[in-house]
């Protein structure tokens, strides 16, 4: 199962994908479009690999369980407030998806 995010970040758009076993655990996270002169660590396999960890207790939190990026600040902090807003509408209906 694929999940596509359009996150808000400043003027642009971070489009990102997550990918998600039968479960509904997050295997695989893909930054698509990152359109900053810095902080382009964002699309980073090994950065983006601290979201896929099951045993992270929500909320995430930039500077606590998910580590920040120097020049990425505002991508960070958005990334990781609309993850959090995505898991925890997903466990709401999680129920649905899985029956």
């Not at 808000?8 to 893909?30: C, E, G, H, S």
């Amino acid at each position: 199962m694929c999940f596509w995010l359009k996150l808000p970040v400043k003027q642009i758009r971070l489009n990102t994908y997550f990918f998600f076993d039968t479960n509904l655990q997050m295997t695989q996270a893909k930054v698509l479009t990152y359109r900053e002169d810095y902080g382009s660590e964002i699309g980073n396999k090994r950065w983006l690999a601290q979201f896929l960890k099951p045993e992270k207790e929500l909320p995430l939190a930039v500077g606590q369980n998910i580590s920040a990026i120097s020049g990425a600040t505002i991508s960070v902090y958005s990334m990781t407030q609309s993850i959090n807003y995505f898991l925890t509408h997903l466990e709401n209906i999680k129920p649905t998806l899985l029956q």
